[in-house]
């Protein structure tokens, strides 16, 4: 079986990393030749995929095409359809979640809990919510936001003109969502099979700094009762969106009573790193298995606690070929680089997962790898 | 940092999956452009090793070089080493091992206990052998054997000549070795550093079928006293061949008291398969981490219990491409297909590794997953 996916990021290289073992061959469509996944992938078509030719022959190479990133035209993915190959997550679950307004209203019909948001069209639309739900409100970009680039929380009037210039850049479409106080921000990755087969893996906690993933716990340090509302509402969620293959679905926990569905991925997520060493079948083998139509693995974990922390780039810049040899030091912490070329500020340049009998143990085995990998070069001495 | 290794084989490509998540790129030297490793490489040189424009090609793109296979003439070693490349194991810790009259003497002047042997070179010189030692006794290939290719048990003098016209065609140096009736078969697989480090895994017993290894069950059903012995005993082999990188070590455990040491193989090796899954560290991640002088990563179990099952080939042709489906619907069941494209009698296509609180429950799950997996390609209905 081939799987074609566009897009040659991290979790297109660990799709490929679990694809191997199930000698699923892979092609990976990207613009660059160099990139993490294409290096590693037996096939690999370079190009842009708005492109016809280039589409049609990655196409020609695809018995299934599944996406790495959920910024994929809609039209991309009608388009492979309409030739024949199978595409999963489709372009109809990718429609429902593209445009966050879109996913909420999908919500909304489906009786899921959600945050009060609405669309605006101008600052004064804005203003006029903030009279009905007052402040703080969260603007943010109905496509195309990831990592906190895409959205801002407004705690007052003062900060929209801003925010509305820096989001609403080019005519881009904004909403605005009340903002949620939450006790804690947690995670359940559901995977899906073309029959309609679920399984979901356990709810984790996830840390942002700065709107970027910094930590997973898994599992939540919370109730059975609270987890098992946490995974009913997700795998409510993927079911609204008819969605095949792994989903990521981000919740805010409340209170133990009350959990809003916040967003969902249609694909493998960060907040599911952990499930490769922590977990029988990982999110990535699981979302293969899943859209090819194969037997789901099971998702249990085979430790009691694992927690991820991400490796993010503080500068701009080559990374530091030895980056990691101080951090191979600190035994239980399993290191993951993606072979970037770059290092940006906030950029995802690798992850560490620990296992343990404690979440805190675990924590403490991660951050104290994660505090050893050094990305910048050092200065020569002189 | 980019490592060679000479072979294409499923060891090489478990070696690269490893590879993959540390960004060390890798070189695959091999003889078809398609093999399972040197197609996920993300470089590959096509060609002969004992061809020395081949081999240039192949040594100016690696910093180290390593094998997956212990059959690479000593010579293209020392030439690699000659050329200023790193070369781990050395071409003198091979030249130990790879004639195993030689392993055998190198283990004797360290001190390490093994079976009574002897250089034979006619069929008279086993019969003297056979005077001393009585029968049964092993006669062996010195060099290129490997899962029961390369020996035969001889019960009594009227195996010889058939089993000597076998053996020892092209004039190929034999030698005979007492049969040893242990009890069990243990193996370990001990990672050496540069700097001499060494860690060790949990001793394992291996089950052979047809001189084959059939399964694997982690840690070994020995008493601690036993497992130290026979974990001991593996570093000293390490350290007597002065190895740099895994080590498979081969063990008879001929009474809980007695161990001897049978073979050692200078490369990762089956017996550690399960160490994918079972260990913090698994035996590719710490082979590479010790041919590139990094430390070492923890080498113990996560899971108090695993098993791994090979499934091997019984009859000629392609593999069925359906061949793994039913076994995937076998929860906790972690299945490896290498990607060779034909089958054959006993060779070795993939394996299963179950990990659980007990070696019954783990060696059920995986037995069942093999017995599921169908290398045959259905006939079609008549």
């Known amino acids: 079986m081939r799987v074609g996916i566009p897009g040659g990021g991290q979790l297109a290289q660990m799709l490929i990393q679990a694809a191997i073992s199930l000698d699923i061959e892979t092609v990976i469509l990207e613009n660059s030749p160099d990139s993490p996944a294409g290096r590693i992938s037996r096939r690999q078509v370079i190009g842009d995929w ?87 409100l969260l603007l943010k970009a109905r496509r195309n936001g990831y990592d906190g680039y895409g959205n801002a929380t407004l705690h007052g009037v003062e900060q929209l003109a801003k925010a509305w210039a820096h989001l609403g850049q080019n005519g881009r479409q904004l909403m605005v969502e009340d903002y949620v106080a939450f006790e804690r921000e947690l995670a359940v990755m559901i995977v899906r099979g073309r029959d309609g087969q679920v399984r979901s893996y356990p709810v984790v906690e996830t840390i942002q700094r700065n709107h970027i993933c910094h930590m997973v716990r898994a599992p939540a340090p919370i109730s059975s009762h609270t987890a098992r509302r946490a995974r009913d509402l997700a795998i409510r969620a993927v079911e609204a969106v ?43 083998e699981n979302h293969l298995r899943a859209v090819l139509g194969w037997p789901l693995g099971a998702t249990n974990m085979i430790t009691p606690a694992a927690v991820m922390i991400n490796v993010l780039g503080a500068h701009h810049g080559p990374p530091n070929p030895d980056a990691l040899k101080a951090a191979l030091d600190v035994d239980g912490a399993n290191i993951h680089l993606y072979g970037k070329r770059h290092v940006r500020p906030g950029r995802k340049m690798g992850h560490v997962t620990a296992l343990a009998y404690e979440l805190s143990t675990a924590e403490e085995i991660a951050r104290a790898a994660v505090d050893l990998v050094d990305l910048r070069i050092p200065e020569p001495d002189g």
């Open 242 to 284: 008819d969605g095949v293959g792994a989903f990521g679905v981000e919740l805010f926990m409340v209170t133990k009573d009350l959990i809003l569905l916040n967003e969902i991925a249609p694909r493998v997520h960060n907040s599911g790193h952990y499930t490769i060493e922590a977990c029988v079948t990982s999110q990535f």
């Open 50 to 136: 708005r492109n016809a030719a280039t589409l049609a022959a990655f196409a020609e190479q695809c018995d299934v095409v599944t996406l790495e990133s959920e910024f994929v035209d809609e039209d991309i993915l009608r388009k492979l359809e309409a030739r024949g190959v199978a595409v999963y997550p489709t372009a109809s679950t990718l429609a429902a979640i593209q445009d966050k307004l879109v996913q909420k209203q999908t919500f909304e019909k489906a009786g899921l809990p959600v945050a009060a948001y609405r669309a605006v069209e101008t600052p004064r639309d804005v203003r006029s919510v903030a009279q009905e739900m007052d402040w703080p």
